[in-house]
């Protein structure tokens, strides 16, 4: 499986950002996806997570601003962020797992995109 995230950018705090990730080699349709961050000097971090039947969970720190959503048919999977803020600033990546239920452990998925930078300035 290839990942292939897109979308980031440059936003001013408030703003909103989709991010999308593109799956490729084989059908992720079942498969648990989840998104991850990486901020300057610091750990890859946990952000959102959807199952193979559509159930999500969220990090404390963007749940009730993020949403994480997959189609099937087109093999993606989103990152809807809305009002983002200057500490979403991060290299978002998502990754996919040989597995339907999620992880919030990164090393526990298989396949791994390049990352996008997300910006959001004050």
């Known amino acids: 499986v290839q990942l292939q995230a897109s979308g980031g950018g440059l936003v001013q705090a408030g703003g909103a950002l989709r991010l999308s990730c593109a799956a490729s080699?084989?059908?992720?349709?079942?498969?648990?996806l989840g998104w991850f961050r990486q901020a300057p000097g610091k750990e890859r971090e946990f952000v959102a997570a959807?199952?193979?039947?559509?159930?999500?969970v969220y990090a404390d720190s963007v749940k009730g601003r993020f949403t994480i959503s997959r189609d099937a048919a087109k093999n993606m999977v989103y990152l809807q962020m809305n009002s983002l803020k200057p500490e979403d600033t991060a290299v978002y990546y998502c990754?996919?797992?040989?597995?339907?239920?999620?992880?919030?452990?990164?090393?526990?998925?298989?396949?791994w995109g390049r990352g996008t930078l997300v910006t959001v300035s004050s």
């Open positions: 080699g084989r059908t992720v349709s079942s498969n648990a």
């Open positions: 959807i199952n193979g039947g559509g159930a999500t």
């Open positions: 990754a996919a797992r040989d597995s339907r239920y999620f992880s919030y452990r990164s090393n526990e998925y298989n396949y």
